[in-house]
């Protein structure tokens, strides 16, 4: 590679968000002087975003870390002492195995975040192999509910398929052309919008394609579950659902239909802030068209009732005939690779559900992850036993997690930290070790694996990393050999992409050369052998509700905050579509299009609280207070709020942990009202209250 020539690779978009985009990278002495989408991408279609265009630029950014770093001063001074990776994997095996000798494994915590790549898969088998049942990720907020309802509900997670024309599509709380999603990029979204497909948005901002939409129901924070149920009584009450789907493939209409009646639209309108006529007529476009696909987006699992708004929109997917058809939403089917299970040595660790955090909090049965709240109370209150350490990898939660000062008293407390990043960031600036890596670009690896997503895509390496900085594949696997059975890791931790590929038959060269690998489509592949439920049908009912102690039918219920004098506006965000939650502030061609962190309010709101355009604002909730930048948008109801999540200030490095407590929008959430099922906090729809922040 390089050597003063001039090269293209084509390797798919990675760590930037779900990833997806073919790029074509232009690569001229082992450095990246072009990035562009590749035409035959089969997501992306030559479409390429800006945080793709810009992705390049932390591979050689200043900031970046490059060697080990043992903590030399108190925790978190941000005092540090360059050490060799053999001191730095040593110093942790030291120590997770003198914790695993004095609580036992599970006292060792293994924390991930978005997953990224093929590395998210390995330290969950690491975990299995050491015996700690605890691997931490946020899919309290992040897909979790939606496909777990999904299996509860279906039997399967039913992603919107994309890949074949739907007559209507509805987007629920997902701002698909700022975020492409897990494993969809806008590109087909579009191509089927500007072909007449119709679109229903329901968001509190007007996104750009709720400009473009047919019906933009401008929902009020916390409305949502609220307006699913209210969708469902048009249509059970029109009579305009599927009757054949409904009598031959589901269980418990009768009681869905006895639930929802007394959500009718005009019953619900004042509370979601949709008017009734247009919840009637967009509820009524939905079932009308054939087939219809919803695309769900983080909005329905950033709040306490997640389980209860997924479990409705999978309600309204099955009596509208819209699941397991074209155009609707579908089981993606994996290509044949190495099953998950054997991957991750899930054999290792029989008990796992048993013995995990969350098991003492009766969460919903088949979530294999800690919830963050619960692995901080573990630290923090020792139940239903003490953690210890974490090796943190791809996360940031510091800046991430709800409740920003119970992550900050949970990591003081923590014995051992170790984090590994391409950057210095507030949570790595609490760790006792600092591993730098090996990142997008310079690492081989597979995309997509064991999301769901129905195809894995081939990420080759275009340049060489930094001398001391390691691929986290490669960590892991050194790691597992000092902590673990050595027999359980392979020489060489690449070894493990051809594992993964084996039962197709080819190597990871030709998986290179071929790009992709997609499973085979199975539609309505219910009518042989029924759904994967207990009933075998769609269960609009639970038929292991009352084992579990779930919810029969969806509910709307009082985890959610009620606005008061002291709060009257109800706060919400929306991700930036030119950062990656709290990465990539470090990234110039970035942060010139979003310098600071800015909170959107209306032109009236802010005339009644005396806030000028462009001035400091002070959010309050119950729980914390931040300062943002004002930004009139008069598009949003005068009582709502939207500020930016994510933010922390890399250049700022002379205040504590890079300024996180000035403008981070989880020091205003918390974790006192969580759904049980998922552990999921309100990270919208809380109450709050603004001020200028002048003088
Ligand atoms: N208030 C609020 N909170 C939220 C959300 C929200 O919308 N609002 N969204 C939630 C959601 S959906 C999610 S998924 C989580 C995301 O939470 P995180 O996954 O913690 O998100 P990031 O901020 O992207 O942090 C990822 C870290 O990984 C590092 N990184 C990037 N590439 C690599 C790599 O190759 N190797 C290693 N070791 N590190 C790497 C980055 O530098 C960054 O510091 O946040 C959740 N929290
Ligand atoms: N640019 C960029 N892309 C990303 C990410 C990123 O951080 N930045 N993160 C990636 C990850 S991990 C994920 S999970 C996805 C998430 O992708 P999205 O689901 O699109 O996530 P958000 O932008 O958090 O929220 C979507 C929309 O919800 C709206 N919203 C806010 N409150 C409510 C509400 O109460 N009800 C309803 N119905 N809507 C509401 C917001 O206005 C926003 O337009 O994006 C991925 N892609
Ligand atoms: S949309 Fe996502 S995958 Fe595509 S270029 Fe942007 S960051 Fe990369
Ligand atoms: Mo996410």
């Known amino acids: 590679m390089g050597g003063g020539e001039m090269s293209i690779f084509k390797t798919h978009c990675a760590r930037m968000d779900h990833g997806g985009c073919l790029l074509s990278v232009t690569v001229e002495d082992n450095k990246i002087v072009k990035i562009a989408g590749a035409k035959e991408g089969f997501l992306n279609k030559g479409y390429i975003c800006q945080k793709g265009l810009a992705s390049a630029e932390k591979l050689t950014h200043q900031d970046r870390l490059l060697y080990p770093l043992k903590r030399v001063g108190a925790r978190g001074e941000n005092r540090w002492r ?9 110093e942790i095996a030291a120590n997770f195995l003198r914790i695993k000798a004095d609580y036992g494994a599970r006292a060792v915590a293994f924390c991930v975040g978005m997953p990224k790549g093929l590395e998210h898969f390995l330290l969950i088998r690491l975990a299995n192999i050491f015996g700690s049942p605890n691997v931490v990720a946020s899919q309290d907020v992040c ?36 975020t492409n999603e897990e494993g969809e990029i806008c590109s087909l979204l579009i191509e089927q919008v500007k072909s007449g497909t119709k679109l229903i948005v329901i968001d509190p901002r007007r996104t750009s394609l709720a400009k473009r939409a047919d019906h933009w129901l401008r929902v ?6 609220l307006l699913a149920l209210g969708m469902i009584n048009v249509i059970i009450s029109e009579g305009l659902y599927d009757k054949n789907f409904v009598e031959n493939w589901t269980i418990g209409f009768a009681e869905l239909a006895a639930a929802v009646r007394e959500y009718s639209p005009e019953n619900i309108a004042a509370k979601c802030g949709v008017d009734a006529p247009a919840i009637r007529l967009a509820a009524r476009a939905y079932a009308e068209a054939k087939p219809a696909g919803l695309h769900w ?3 329905i699992e950033h709040l306490s009732d997640t389980f209860s708004i997924t479990r409705a929109l999978i309600c309204l997917m099955a009596i509208c005939g819209n699941l397991a058809v074209p155009g609707g939403n579908v089981e993606a089917n994996d290509p044949p690779i190495m099953g998950l299970g054997k991957f991750v040595r ?21 979530l ?35 409740d920003t000062a119970y992550s900050l008293q949970a990591f003081a407390k923590l014995d051992f930290i170790v984090c590994a990043d391409v950057f210095l960031t507030p949570t790595a600036a609490l760790a006792d070790i600092v591993l ?46 000092l902590i673990s059975d050595p027999q359980l890791w392979h020489e060489n931790h690449e070894d493990f992409l051809t594992d993964l590929l084996a039962p197709t038959g080819i190597s990871y060269e030709e998986f290179v050369k071929v790009g992709y690998l997609k499973g085979d489509d199975s539609f309505w592949g219910y009518r042989e052998n029924g759904f994967k439920t207990p009933s075998k049908k769609v269960e609009l009912a639970l038929s292991v509700a009352q084992k579990f102690g779930l919810d029969a039918l969806p509910v709307v219920n009082d985890r959610q905050e009620a606005t008061s004098a002291a709060f009257p506006l109800l706060l919400t965000t929306a991700k930036s579509e030119f950062y990656l939650h709290s990465s990539c502030r470090q990234l110039p061609s970035l942060r010139k299009h979003s310098p600071f962190p800015t909170v959107e309010i209306s032109r009236s709101c802010a005339t009644k609280y005396g806030i000028g355009e462009g001035e400091e604002v002070l959010i309050h909730t119950a729980h914390g207070s931040i300062t943002q930048t004002a930004r009139f948008n008069d598009d949003l109801y005068e009582g709502v709020v939207v500020a930016a999540s994510g933010w922390w200030f890399p250049e700022d490095k002379s205040t504590p942990l890079f300024a996180l407590l000035k403008a981070n929008y989880n020091a205003l959430t918390s974790v006192k009202n969580m759904g049980k099922e998922y552990a999921t906090p309100n990270l919208r729809a809380i109450p709050c209250r603004i001020e200028p922040a002048r003088g």
């Open 143 to 178: 897909h979790a509910p939606r496909e777990i309802t999904g299996l509860h509900t279906c039997g399967f997670y039913p992603v919107v398929d994309l890949h074949h024309r739907s007559e209507l599509l509805m987007l629920w709380g997902s701002n698909a052309t700022a």
């Open 346 to 366: 899930a054999d290792l660790i029989p008990d796992k559900r048993k013995e995990m955090i969350s098991n003492h909090y009766g969460v919903i049965p088949r």
């Open 220 to 225: 009020l924070p916390g409305g949502d579950c």
């Open 297 to 299: 987006g983080n909005a």
């Open 436 to 481: 730098p890596v090996a990142t997008q670009y310079e690492i081989n690896d597979i995309g997509h694996y064991g999301l769901g997503h129905g195809y894995v895509l081939a990420r080759p390496k275009v340049v060489e990393p930094p001398a001391e900085c390691r691929p986290d594949g490669q960590i892991i696997n050194e790691l597992g050999k």
């Open 368 to 402: 294999m992850t800690v919830a963050p709240a619960y692995f901080r109370r573990a630290i923090v209150e020792e139940v239903p036993y003490p953690v210890k350490a974490a090796y943190i990898m791809c996360a940031n939660p510091v800046v991430n997690y709800a």
């Open 82 to 90: 360059r050490i060799s990776w053999e001191e730095a994997l040593g």
